[in-house]
């Protein structure tokens, strides 16, 4: 999986997988979003709801969305779909300035990775279900 | 406490000067409630007090509406009203529109209260149910006492600035702005209600609408494009320069034809865009960047593409109404239809 | 499946040397719960407060509610695959101290929220201000990882439940209701002329404070299946989730799923409510096709010609529900779908983040943005420290006077997408 992600958590956990990819950027939720959008444009389909969890996107500064590695000949229109909705959605919200500790800091990493974990293990029955049977 | 001062907006039927044959009176004022204003004097009681009526032919106002307004706005202003009630125009398509404009330029331009109602169907009421408050009515006159037990209860509460509720609770037609409110029966047992309805074919109402799905299925493939004839179409606003047409920068009224006969490329000081939505300097420096003359050239000297259409059609997308793009196209889609166009190309931005 | 819940009410809650019920008043020995829960290693300290209907008390940042159930009749206990052995439940008789709940509260991650006011503006917005409750403030041993906090926090509660619940087993319930599905077939030759219904009810499952537990399986691992609607009377789903607390099901909401309770109501006279169907929300978009592609297929095999379906959450969800509301349709059956809206503060935004023509019959549990003020209150259960920085609250919302700001989406059940609440939008 393609994971591109803001979150230092993640990075530091999938640097041991290389089965993975992180295209790891220190950008704002909603340059993630944009950064997803143009690889999208390239061809990568989206493997991961781009609004998983329920931490409102002006509550966290986190995001992971997980991609497939190659890019496809053809745009995929869902993804599209998925990632401008997803981009609308996060729009909506207005933006909050509040003080995070290291602590929420800290935990708005955590959760994000969870949720990212949750897709890592469904992705692992997929493509391994799919290289068995190849 | 001090009487609201209710100015009330009729057409020349109920004022009872006559149908369609008097639908061409231009505005007249009357001291006091006229027609249906009794029942709305009636139902406000003691509360307001209806100062006049202004009476105004359907057809005049529709059709001279820039000189109507004016007049109405200062035959309200003149009075002192604190409150506008125009109608109701239940499903009088032409009074609903006259009431929908005197209710909204009443609150915009006077910065008074207004109120109408109309049935739900009625053209004015998708035109105005943004701007104005608008009572759901049935689609006859003989729903007049039901509009006007829900009419005088919200006026009230609009001049005195109470919290509105819900429209469902108010009886007003939605607004697009979603308002809280708690039900008689809880969440579970409505939807089982609901779905036991869907089930008997029964009528139904979703407490959610989903937003208006205005999608377009795509037509089949061009069978063969190396001999297609190609139009480019966009909403990015590129015009020749000093835009002849003066199309507007936002909300666009219109939309230009441009000859594109013998222009191999969009150069700068020959055209430009007119759309103030984004930064203009690059579709300046070379408008081909948003309407791509050039690459449709080059494809047809390669006989990539059968030909470029002589014309194209462009106007401003920002923030321009769907029902005016509609009606842009439904213009030139015959021009592009009678002169055997196969595919359009429709930029944005 | 026949499943008799005898109905004990309570009207208060008391400290006392004993735990009883002793004429409607729930009488709790904080002593023996605190041991209970203290078995734990992984709970370092465990403090029971009590909080009534109409008290000057705040219970913030609520982790979960959960309802004193015991089983005195039939196979199983009150919450199978986890603290009770794995067994089908939902037949025989259950007691319920009706009126009475368990609440936990601990912070598991820094932005917690979840607020109950037992009086005061936010206490109509929340069920369990009306409920005599039996709050554990619990804290973690050092060290503890967030996952192993969650599971000991959400442990604690249930064990809470399951004691005091085993106060009502002697008792003699003051009225008892029967609940009955039969087996498709036979419920098919006594209700042949009603058309068949059923309930789809999606569970959050995507992570940490966002999972929802089977019989103990994880429900983000599970293929969407059907259960005997009274199985999750006796606790067979519970609650592992409390992000934006508006809109997810305590285990309490489970035990009494308002949509199975209101299909009942119905049931033999205006359609044959013929089963229940549970499927998740992954993260995962594959999982989201094959969930709600299997949803769709096993609503068919069932022969239902109509469906309520229920979500729980927003955003990712929303994905979902629409996915299962389209490929419902598509098998020509009439589906109500249940969910709550975040319009914006001001109402104007689109509610949803995805949308479909099939979903022409939705029932709203209200706009979770809408902001409210909640009064200052004289004792406050847990800690209003994050108060401001929860989900719907913000910086500086806490004004002098205590009184404080925030979205509803912070007060636990206050937009239930299951229809607990009576709140709604237009």
Not at chain 2, 51 to 78: Q, R
Not at chain 3, 258 to 265: D, F, N, R, S, T
Request: with cysteine; glycine share 10%; net charge negative.
């Amino acid at each position: 999986m393609l994971v591109v992600s803001n979150n230092p958590l993640v990075q530091s956990h999938l640097i041991r997988e290389p089965q993975h990819t992180v295209a790891y950027a220190p950008v704002s939720f909603r340059d993630l979003l944009i950064l997803v959008r143009d690889k999208v444009h390239q061809g990568h389909v989206l493997l991961t709801h781009p609004l998983s969890g329920s931490v409102k996107p002006n509550e966290t500064l986190y995001k992971s969305i997980g991609m497939t590695q190659q890019p496809q000949a053809g745009l995929c229109v869902d993804s599209l779909l998925l990632i401008e909705e997803a981009i609308l959605a996060h729009d909506r919200f207005p933006p909050r300035t509040r003080e995070v500790t290291p602590q929420m800091d800290a935990d708005f990493q955590l959760v994000d990775w969870t949720l990212l974990q949750s897709a890592l293990l469904s992705d692992f029955a997929r493509t391994r279900g799919a290289s068995a049977g190849a | 406490m001090q009487k609201i001062r209710i100015v009330h907006y009729i057409n020349q039927f109920f004022a009872q000067i006559g149908g369609e044959e008097m639908a061409h009176v231009p505005p007249q004022w009357r001291e006091g409630p006229v027609g249906p204003g009794l029942a709305l004097a009636a139902a406000f009681g003691q509360t307001a007090e209806i100062v006049g009526t202004v009476i105004c032919g359907d057809s005049y106002f529709n059709e001279h509406t820039s000189e109507a307004l004016p007049e109405i706005l200062d035959m309200i202003k003149a009075a002192g009203a604190d409150l506008l009630i125009a109608g109701p125009a239940f499903n009088a398509g032409r009074y609903g529109v006259a009431c929908g404009t005197v209710a909204k330029a009443a609150q915009d331009e006077l910065g008074i209260k207004a109120i109408t109602g109309m049935y739900v169907e009625n053209p004015g009421a998708d035109m105005f149910a943004q701007d104005v408050y608008i009572i759901s009515t049935r689609n006859s006159a003989a729903g007049m006492r039901d509009a006007v037990k829900k009419l005088a209860p919200l006026a009230q509460k609009l001049v005195s600035g109470e919290p509105i509720g819900a429209s469902s609770e108010e009886g007003y037609l939605p607004r697009g702005i979603r308002v809280n409110l708690f039900e008689k029966d809880r969440g579970a047992k409505r939807a089982v209600e609901m779905l036991v309805r869907k089930l008997r074919g029964q009528d139904f109402t979703t407490e959610y609408p989903m937003p208006d799905f205005d999608r377009v299925a795509p037509q089949p493939a061009v069978k063969n494009i190396s001999r297609a004839k190609v139009a480019l179409v966009t909403s990015g606003g590129i015009v020749p320069f000093g835009n002849p047409d003066r199309i507007e920068s936002s909300n666009a009224s219109r939309y230009g034809r441009y000859d594109l006969e013998n222009i191999m490329d969009l150069t700068e000081g020959k055209w430009a865009t007119a759309h103030g939505g984004y930064d203009p300097s690059y579709a300046n420096r070379d408008a081909d960047r948003v309407l791509p003359v050039d690459v449709m050239r080059e494809m047809e000297i390669e006989g990539k593409i059968g030909s470029l259409f002589r014309y194209t059609y462009s106007t401003v997308g920002n923030g321009t109404a769907v029902k005016s793009s509609k009606a842009f196209a439904d213009e030139f889609v015959k021009e592009l239809i009678k002169e055997n166009v196969q595919a359009v190309i429709l930029t944005s931005t | 499946m026949r499943l008799e819940l005898g109905f004990i009410p309570i009207h208060d809650v008391q400290f006392a040397d004993t735990s009883r019920v002793e004429d409607g008043v729930l009488y709790v020995n904080a002593e023996d719960i605190k041991a209970l829960v203290l078995k734990d290693e992984h709970i370092s300290s465990v403090e029971v407060e009590l909080a009534r209907p109409g008290e000057s008390v705040r219970i913030t940042p609520v982790k979960d509610v959960v309802e004193p159930r015991v089983k005195v009749d039939g196979p199983g206990g009150m919450f199978p695959g986890t603290v009770s052995r794995v067994k089908t439940v939902g037949q025989g008789r259950t007691h319920v101290l009706k009126g009475a709940a368990v609440v936990t509260t601990g912070k598991i991650v820094g932005f917690q929220e979840g607020i109950i006011d037992m009086s005061g503006a936010g206490a109509q917005y929340t069920p369990f201000s009306k409920t005599q409750n039996v709050v554990l403030i619990l804290r973690p041993q050092d060290g503890l990882s967030a996952h192993e906090h969650e599971v000991a926090v959400r442990l604690a509660g249930l064990k809470a439940a399951m004691y005091l619940g085993e106060l009502a087993r002697e008792l003699v319930p003051e009225t008892i209701e029967t609940y009955e599905t039969l087996p498709l077939l036979e419920g098919l030759k006594q209700h042949g002329d009603l058309p068949r219904v059923g309930y789809v009810q999606m569970l959050q499952s995507q992570g940490l404070l966002h999972d929802t537990y089977v019989y103990g399986v994880d429900a983000k691992k599970i293929l969407p299946t059907i259960l005997y609607p009274t199985e999750v009377m006796d606790g067979a789903i519970i609650s592992g989730n409390c992000v934006s607390a508006c809109d997810k099901n305590p285990t309490y909401v489970h035990q009494n799923n308002p949509i199975v309770h209101e299909l009942y109501a119905r049931h033999g006279k205006d359609f044959n409510f013929c089963a229940m169907i549970i499927t998740n929300e992954n993260v995962y978009l594959a999982d989201k096709v094959r969930s709600s592609d299997w949803t769709a297929k096993l609503c068919e095999f069932l022969g239902l010609e109509g469906v309520i379906v229920s979500e729980e959450g927003f955003g990712n969800p929303d994905t979902d529900l629409m996915m299962n509301s389209r490929k419902i349709s598509e098998k020509g059956i009439k589906a109500v779908l249940l969910t709550d809206e975040y319009a914006g503060r001001d109402g104007s935004s689109q509610s949803l983040a995805d949308a479909h023509v099939s979903a022409d019959a939705v029932v709203s549990a209200g706009n979770a943005n809408q902001v409210i003020t909640l009064p200052g209150m004289d004792r406050v259960i847990g800690s209003e420290a994050y108060v401001g920085i929860i989900a719907g609250g913000w910086d500086k919302n806490k004004m002098e006077d205590g009184t404080i700001m925030v979205e509803i989406q912070a007060i636990t059940g206050a937009t239930s997408e299951v229809g607990f609440g009576y709140l709604s939008a237009r």
